[in-house]
């Protein structure tokens, strides 16, 4: 499929093409990840662990060029800090389901209500190497949301044209040294923003999806 077929459907806000393409039920709250950190390194793969539940949205704004929304955590942060990420959390006692903790998570952050949001599909599910199973939930933003950002925990939230994530050509893989040892991953660099880690990878995962017959 080529990618400006899939950029013309979602442009003019055609939730079909995505729900053909993407998965229709969510996974359960305990759900077995098959994407993950270690799927350039499956020699660094732990041992069984149990993992912490959370999701995140992946938020597609259905313009005449559509793009995604990202956040850029703030620098204080115990973890990721000052690192891009999509809007999300970990799943909370009292969240009923991941498609609750995605939401709830993108209004604490970025102040744009579940009233804006389309939910289209669901990616598969993603193990951090930090102890995380991740449900990536795909939605549609309507227009006449307004962005509020929690400055506590959002240091900025920036568009990226989703032709440029869909482009194979801006798909790198870099590799760093952590613990001692080698690891690969997947990297998107646009204009100052570096998307990294598991917010590429899910990336991968989507444009993949995206663009499947």
Same mark, same amino acid.
């Given at each position: 499929?080529?990618?400006?077929?899939?950029?013309?459907?979602?442009?003019?806000? &055609?939730?079909?093409?995505?729900?053909?393409? !993407?998965?229709? &039920?969510?996974?359960?709250?305990? /759900?077995?990840?098959?994407?993950?950190?270690?799927?350039?390194?499956?020699? /660094?793969?732990?041992?069984?662990?149990?993992?912490?539940?959370?999701?995140?949205? !992946?938020?597609?704004? +259905?313009?005449?060029?559509?793009?995604?929304?990202?956040?850029?955590?703030?620098?204080?942060?115990?973890?990721?800090?000052?690192? $891009?990420?999509?809007?999300?959390?970990?799943?909370?006692?009292?969240?009923?389901?991941? $498609?609750?903790? +995605?939401?709830?998570?993108?209004?604490? *952050?970025?102040?744009?209500?579940?009233?804006?949001?389309? $939910?289209?599909?669901? /990616?598969?599910?993603?193990?951090?190497?930090?102890?995380?199973?991740?449900?990536?939930? $795909?939605?549609?933003?309507?227009?006449?949301?307004? /962005?509020?950002?929690?400055?506590?925990?959002? &240091?900025?939230?920036?568009?990226?044209?989703? +032709?440029?994530?869909?482009?194979?050509?801006?798909?790198?893989?870099?590799?760093?040294? %952590?613990?001692?040892?080698?690891? &690969?991953?997947?990297?998107?660099?646009?204009?100052?923003?570096?998307? %990294?880690?598991?917010?590429?990878?899910?990336?991968?995962?989507?444009?993949?999806?995206?663009?499947? *017959?």
């Amino acid at each position: 499929m080529n990618a400006s077929v899939a950029i013309a459907a979602i442009a003019r806000g &055609e939730i079909t093409y995505l729900r053909e393409r !993407l998965l229709a &039920e969510p996974p359960s709250i305990s /759900l077995t990840p098959t994407r993950s950190d270690y799927d350039l390194n499956p020699g /660094l793969r732990p041992v069984p662990r149990e993992l912490a539940p959370a999701a995140v949205l !992946l938020p597609i704004i +259905a313009r005449t060029e559509p793009t995604i929304l990202f956040t850029r955590r703030t620098p204080h942060l115990s973890r990721h800090a000052g690192q $891009v990420s999509f809007p999300g959390g970990r799943l909370h006692a009292d969240d009923p389901s991941l $498609v609750t903790t +995605a939401l709830r998570e993108t209004e604490e *952050e970025t102040g744009i209500g579940a009233e804006f949001i389309q $939910v289209a599909g669901f /990616l598969d599910g993603y193990e951090t190497g930090t102890g995380f199973a991740i449900l990536p939930v $795909v939605g549609l933003l309507r227009d006449g949301f307004v /962005l509020a950002p929690d400055p506590d925990e959002v &240091e900025e939230a920036f568009e990226v044209p989703l +032709a440029f994530l869909l482009d194979p050509a801006n798909r790198e893989r870099h590799s760093m040294e %952590w613990q001692g040892r080698v690891r &690969e991953f997947y990297a998107f660099n646009y204009g100052s923003h570096y998307i %990294w880690g598991a917010t590429a990878g899910i990336l991968v995962n989507f444009a993949d999806r995206l663009q499947t *017959e």
